[in-house]
């Protein structure tokens, strides 16, 4: 029942304080967090819970299959929250092997909505793999394209104003993919990582709807 939620809050909030009697007062003053985490909006890929951080140490946005849409007006605000306000010093987007949204983007069938939502996995697919909409990807393929679209939205990111205007401005952010397992529990670096300083994204001048 839904009333549990609330007993169970109390219990974690009492257990908390047990702990440590200014816990909830010392993480009401202030928000310092060092990273931004893009990931999936499955119930079982919890940003804070499975890095082991604490309240307060993650900014997080979630999403279905953690993508990144140059329109997306909700995930730019939270980017630049994050960057400009609470000067994160890194964004990690992090996909996780099973994913639904990865399977549904290239089963063949049609869902709704969300199928527009989930374009760049196919977009991803397209570019790099033979069978787009075939239905019948292994689930080794599927893990394959996890990984690759991780990839794609991390250059995506890079991409945008958003992140060349805070590069321009001198911030210090690195954007990372990361993987989840949801059968070991274990988080991978899927080493493209982008900084201010790679050659592969070169800040852009100004325009002038930038200025």
């Avoid at 007993?7 to 909030?13: E, I, K, P, V």
């Avoid at 939205?153 to 401005?169: F, G, I, M, Y």
Wanted: charged share 25%; proline share 4%; hydrophobic share 40%.
């Amino acid at each position: 029942m839904i009333s549990n939620l609330l007993t169970r809050n109390r219990t974690w909030s009492a257990e908390r304080t047990a702990e440590k009697a200014d816990y909830f007062e010392r993480l009401s003053q202030l928000q310092q967090p060092e990273y931004l985490w893009i990931g999936c909006s499955d119930s079982r890929v919890p940003a804070n819970v499975i890095t082991g951080l604490e309240p307060g140490e993650v900014f997080v946005h979630r999403n279905v299959a953690n993508l990144i849409h140059p329109t997306d007006l909700n995930m730019l605000s939270v980017v630049e929250f994050a960057v400009q306000q609470l000067n994160v010093k890194h964004i990690i987007i992090c996909g996780h092997y099973g994913c639904g949204g990865v399977r549904a983007a290239v089963g063949g069938q049609r869902f709704g909505i969300i199928d527009h939502w989930l374009q760049p996995i196919r977009d991803v697919a397209d570019q790099l793999f033979k069978c787009i909409e075939c239905g019948s990807w292994s689930d080794a393929e599927l893990d394959k394209l996890c990984e690759a679209s991780i990839i794609a939205q991390v250059e995506r990111l890079a991409r945008t104003p958003t992140l060349q205007s805070a590069w321009r401005d001198g911030k210090d952010v690195t954007i990372h993919g990361w993987v989840y397992g949801l059968k070991d529990g274990l988080l991978s670096d899927l080493q493209c990582s982008v900084s201010p300083t790679d050659e592969r994204f070169e800040i852009q001048a100004p325009t002038k709807t930038d200025r």
